[in-house]
């Protein structure tokens, strides 16, 4: 079975403005504009592959075309390819890449955490009391 994490139950497209919404079968929820989901284009045109940079790496700046969403098409039950104004269409998001991009504030606050946990080699008391503390009760 696959992991509700990742696993839509909802995909909202609002083209019109911009906005991809994803709700996830665990409850949460991810919403995306996009400029972040161009910006996370994972083809090797934008990504770079065998070790080259990519087009995305050159940090080069978006015209409005290229981050106008005309299209997404769901890509069997991992991901959806996006087609831009540009006519670019080569990226799958696969929904893996959307859940753990996640924009909204606990999800950064997580990635921040695990960056850090990470960079420190193991979990340390410090950063464990520091997730299990939080609510402010
Ligand atoms: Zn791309
Ligand atoms: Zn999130």
């Known amino acids: 079975m696959q992991d509700p994490r990742i696993s839509p139950i909802s995909i909202d497209i609002q083209r019109a403005a911009g906005i991809a919404r994803f709700g996830w079968a665990d409850g949460h929820e991810t919403t995306y504009d996009a400029i972040t989901l161009r910006w996370l284009c994972p083809c090797a045109y934008c990504r770079g592959e065998a070790g080259m940079p990519g087009w995305l790496d050159s940090n080069p700046t978006l015209t409005p075309a290229q981050v106008t969403l005309t299209d997404v098409a769901l890509v069997g039950t ?11 269409a080569s990226g799958f998001h696969t929904f893996m890449l959307l859940r753990e991009m996640c924009p909204c504030a606990t999800c950064v606050a997580d990635r921040e955490r695990r960056h850090a946990d990470h960079a420190a080699g193991t979990a340390s008391p410090e950063a464990a009391r520091h997730w299990h503390g939080g609510s402010g009760q």
């Open 78 to 88: 991992y991901a959806i390819q996006c087609t831009w104004g540009d006519g670019h």
